[in-house]
């Protein structure tokens, strides 16, 4: 009997099967991971990764490592989530997206051993897995030098931490997931701590110092050098200085008073495992890299702002940096809605509250009540294309209008306003 061979999905089909798995949800844990690499060939164990958890800013440090392993004239791969544009955004090779046909034939390939694993004791793959194995799965056709790789979720039980990377990096550290990762930053810190790996280097650029106690305990337990920012390296003005250097003129392009020290970050990520890249490959890495939606211009009178902040540190940062706007608001399950509001509360002429179609997306009235315990009484509320319309019209030509809360608020927000012109 000939064995017969999986239809071959186009793209649109693709990205259908691949959203019907998010009705499973976030279900974290490494044996239906590993079960799939095996299936699929291991291609996991040829990723040579720059592995990158955190709660904030694990994102840009991962589109700057991009870039800089780009200048540097290396094939580089990226894993960057959620989207805000397109949906291929997360999946990366030398800065490029993955190709429609790429996506709908890895995906169709990683179907095909997914569904093989349907019947296991471990039950099927969830979406994050899914996605994670079609990265696998390009970057080893791409033969990547290296690939930056972010963690979905966590880190300990993250799909993404079937590798053995070059080095693992964390970011900053703040409450978030509470349901899923514990309710103190010690306990999310050991969690995120869970991708250092025996003997692999870690760079961290926490700044809690219960958190980084944490992570430095696991690196010595596991025999890791570990850098700490503002201890072993750090940045002053644009110098960075790390153990194996010193690199100057480093210029982020990325707004915000934060992301020079998400560049800092970068930078000893690559010094620690890619010390032949030279310094001007690195000012260019640092100076090309855009992360969308990071305090992310997109229009002018008014001028709209799309920034993914979805909780209260990020949100503080992004008001600091703004200043009054009309601000479009929502927010997924999982996440301090209300703390989130009451850090953007400075930022906040008038709050727009929007429903995405997310399946994760909080309610009306769920947005309201959190506006309520922030002190802050919403103008409108409705779908996010209402919610931008609304914050438009009332901003006016000059004014400015912010669209935050969620990541997945930047994308239904940017689709529909397309559409409407």
């Not at 291609?43 to 780009?70: F, W």
């Not at 989207?83 to 709908?104: C, K, L, M, N, T």
């Not at 072993?232 to 644009?238: K, L, M, P």
């Not at 209402?386 to 912010?402: D, F, Q, T, Y």
């Amino acid at each position: 009997m000939t064995e017969r061979r999986p239809k071959t999905m186009d793209y649109p089909e693709a990205i259908a099967f691949v959203e019907g798995l998010g009705r499973r949800g976030w279900r974290l844990g490494l044996d239906r991971m590993t079960d799939l690499m095996a299936t699929l060939g291991n291609p996991d164990q040829e990723c040579r990764a720059v592995h990158i958890a955190g709660t904030n800013g694990k994102g840009s440090v991962a589109y700057m490592v991009q870039a800089i392993l780009d200048e540097a004239g290396l094939v580089s791969g990226g894993f960057l989530s959620p989207f805000v544009f397109d949906y291929r955004e997360r999946i990366q090779s030398s800065g490029i997206w993955i190709s429609e046909e790429d996506f709908a034939r890895i995906a169709s390939e990683v179907r095909a051993a997914a569904e093989s694993l349907e019947d296991s004791d471990e039950g099927g793959v969830s979406k994050f897995e899914f996605e994670t194995a079609v990265g696998f799965q390009y970057w080893r056709e791409k033969a990547c030098d290296s690939v930056a790789l972010e963690v979905g979720l966590g880190g300990r039980l993250d799909a993404t931490n079937v590798v053995t990377p070059l080095v693992s990096v964390i970011t900053e550290i703040g409450l978030d997931h509470a349901e899923h990762l514990g309710g103190t930053l010690e306990a999310i810190a050991g969690e995120k701590a869970g991708i250092i790996k025996a003997g692999v280097p870690v760079v961290c650029s926490a700044t809690d110092p219960a958190a980084v106690n944490v992570i430095a305990e696991v690196a010595a337990r596991e025999g890791c050098e570990c850098w700490v920012q503002g201890v072993d390296f750090g940045v002053e003005g644009d110098v960075v200085t790390t153990p194996v250097g010193v690199v100057e003129g480093i210029r982020p392009s990325m707004r915000g008073a934060h992301q020079i020290r998400n560049a800092a970050t970068a930078v000893a990520a690559i010094h620690a495992v890619r010390k032949e890249i030279s310094d001007d490959a690195i000012r260019r890495g640092i100076a090309r890299a855009v992360a969308p939606g990071r305090l992310q211009k997109v229009s002018e009178n008014p001028e709209i702002w799309l920034d993914g902040a979805h909780n209260p540190q990020a949100a503080a940062a992004v008001a600091k940096e703004l200043g009054p706007c009309h601000v479009v608001f929502s927010a997924t399950q999982g996440h301090d809605c209300a703390a989130t509001l009451s850090a953007l509360k400075p930022a906040v002429s008038r709050l727009y509250l929007a429903e995405m179609r997310n399946e994760r997306g909080r309610r009306a009235d769920e947005l309201g009540a959190c506006a309520l315990v922030a002190g802050l009484e919403p103008a409108f509320s409705g779908d996010p294309s209402s919610a931008l319309a609304a914050a438009k019209e009332s901003a006016g030509h000059g004014g400015r209008v912010l669209v935050t809360g969620s990541f997945y608020l930047l994308s239904e927000a940017w689709h529909s306003g397309r559409q409407s012109g």
